[in-house]
């Protein structure tokens, strides 16, 4: 890929002219790291790991692939690093997946690693730590579920091809350290089946009887040579690994050389790095037994005879150092001889003081005797028998003059108390009197503010009253029901007329029969005649009576002749 070169810089003016572009060394470093990058990219390459020691200081890991003809250095940052499932190692042969690029600072390029995996094995490793990982995640793998080898197994088990080396290193090896009975169970240790005849052969030794006709090994060994990794994956298959973990007899591996590692090993309760040190993980070393045994029993006795001889010579230095009764009774002897000699002047010395301090208290009952101090104590006796009596009477007077005073000052108080009590219940009662007075005029007041507006209202409804109109000389016209008619439309057979002194019954076809006949000359209506019409002057009367009666002791009224039309309805009439 061709890349434009930078723009030229203007050559000195005393110098000679060129056409040559000038590059400085950080743009012909940063031109080739991308002519190279863009040219490849990502890249698989194969070679063998040379010069690793290991990650850096800064978590990074550098290193070199190689080949027969070539070398190109190789660099895993750290973060991709902790990511790879197969890590360096010195001489692996191995395929890496990275991008080439330059590192400007040495004027070398380099790949950037970002997988890595063993040359030709790569499918093989990626579902081998897939199984693992799964297989992990079940507890399989777990420490807790190891068991120790029996130290001295009676029955060794062996499951591997009878016909391979295997076998032979294992029994020559059993029989130079400690020979024990060796059951083998003839399997395949590759190929197809191998898998399920090793699976078969372990739950196979499982299920023999303790005691039984064939005895039950108490240890197992599941061995294998060397080999390529297609060649132990039997020891990798899943009904294998299974199979040991059920085991209930501890069970060695020892499948493929130290650095050979099969998921069998993950599982059994202990891996040997061959088929030899399988043999010896199985049994100790007879010959080492015996002289350890005999080395045991050395000391055994040189440590009871070394306690025994020091025991002995601790006693006799404590014998040694033990003095004779003689001269342990010697200074308890001396003491008390002392304590004898200082006894009889201590005993008169003890007599002498008590002596004198009994004098003295002669002495002081003769200077004082116990009759005189009777006598003393008889005077003051004489002398305060008459103050009891008379501090009695003395404080009882003052008691009294005391309740007499207070006596007075209970009544003073009394009185006072009474006097304010008058006077408070006076005050109240005027108080009272002034209260009722103001309640009976506000009541007063309150009255006479209801009764106008009571009269207020009276007239309000006189003058919206339609007894007004009817005292104005109109009459309103009920139907049988009571109902006003207002249109000729709604007239009944039998009405009701309503006159301002009174009510008329009539009948519609009368009235309309006396209209007939009531029409002068000039065909202008007259009033009905009720001797024309027919009608009976009593209804007129019967219908004043049921006029509302006037209220009793209300004044005189004016007649309905004179007072139609200055009278107005009240709210007490109907």
């Not at 590192?103 to 081998?128: D, N, R």
């Not at 790095?273 to 010959?287: L, Q, S």
């Not at 004898?340 to 201590?346: C, I, S, W, Y």
């Amino acid at each position: 890929m061709a890349v434009p070169p930078p723009p030229s810089k203007p050559a000195a003016s005393s110098g000679p002219v060129s056409n040559v572009p000038e590059w400085s060394v950080g743009d012909l470093a940063s031109a080739l790291k991308r002519t190279l990058e863009d040219a490849f990219g990502h890249v698989r390459l194969r070679g063998e790991i040379s010069g690793f020691r290991g990650q850096h200081s800064s978590g990074h890991a550098y290193f070199s692939l190689k080949d027969g003809s070539a070398r190109i250095d190789a660099v895993v940052w750290k973060g991709t690093f902790n990511r790879l499932r197969q890590r360096p190692q010195e001489g692996l042969e191995v395929v890496a997946t990275g991008r080439i690029t330059t590192f400007p600072g040495k004027s070398s390029y380099q790949i950037v690693i970002e997988t890595l995996e063993p040359a030709g094995i790569g499918a093989w490793m990626a579902l081998l730590e897939e199984r693992k990982r799964v297989l992990a995640a079940e507890g399989l793998f777990a420490s807790e579920r190891k068991r120790p080898i029996p130290y001295l197994p009676r029955i060794v088990g062996v499951v591997t091809s009878p016909t391979g080396a295997v076998i032979r290193d294992i029994l020559h090896r059993l029989a130079d350290r400690f020979a024990r009975p060796v059951l083998v169970w003839p399997v395949r240790v590759q190929g197809e089946g191998a898998a399920e005849e090793i699976a078969a052969a372990i739950r196979g030794f499982n299920a023999l009887v303790p005691g039984g006709a064939i005895p039950r090994p108490e240890v197992l060994i599941v061995a294998r040579g060397g080999g390529s990794i297609e060649d132990l994956w039997a020891f990798n298959e899943e009904c294998v690994v299974r199979a040991a973990s059920e085991s209930e007899i501890p069970l060695i591996s020892a499948v493929g050389h130290e650095t050979d590692t099969t998921l069998i090993d993950f599982v059994s309760d202990r891996r040997a790095p061959t088929p030899t040190g399988a043999a010896e993980m199985a049994v100790p070393v007879r010959a080492d037994l015996v002289a350890e045994v005999v080395d045991l029993g050395r000391r055994q006795r040189e440590a009871v005879q070394r306690r025994l001889d020091r025991e002995r010579s601790d006693l006799r230095a404590l014998v040694r150092a033990m003095p004779d009764v003689d001269a342990f009774l010697a200074g308890k002897r001396q003491r008390l001889d002392l304590a004898e000699a200082r006894l009889g002047p201590a005993l008169a010395g003890n007599a002498r003081v008590f002596r004198l301090r009994v004098a003295r208290l002669v002495e002081r009952f003769a200077r004082h005797p116990p009759t005189l101090a009777l006598a003393q104590a008889q005077g003051r006796l004489a002398r305060i028998g008459e103050r009891p009596g008379a501090a009695l009477r003395h404080d009882v007077a003052r008691k009294g003059e005391g309740l007499s005073y207070l006596g007075r000052r209970l009544v003073l108080a009394r009185e006072g108390t009474l006097g304010r009590v008058r006077a408070e219940q006076a005050r109240s009662r005027d108080r009272l009197g002034a209260l009722q007075a103001r309640l009976v005029q506000a009541g007063d007041r309150l009255t006479e503010r209801r009764a106008d507006r009571l009269a207020g209202l009276a007239g309000l409804l006189g003058s919206l009253s339609y007894r007004a109109v009817l005292a104005r000389g109109y009459a309103l016209v009920r139907d049988a029901e009571g109902q006003p008619v207002r249109i000729a439309a709604q007239a009944t057979p039998a009405m009701t007329l309503e006159f301002a002194d009174g009510f008329v019954d009539v009948r519609r076809d009368e009235i309309q029969r006396g209209f007939r006949h009531g029409h002068g000359d000039s065909g202008s209506p007259r009033a009905p005649d009720p001797a024309d019409a027919g009608l009976d002057p009593a209804p007129r009367k019967s219908a004043a009576k049921r006029a509302p009666p006037r209220k009793k002791g209300a004044a005189q009224e004016p007649q309905p002749e004179v007072a139609a039309a200055t009278r107005q309805g009240t709210l007490f009439e109907l």
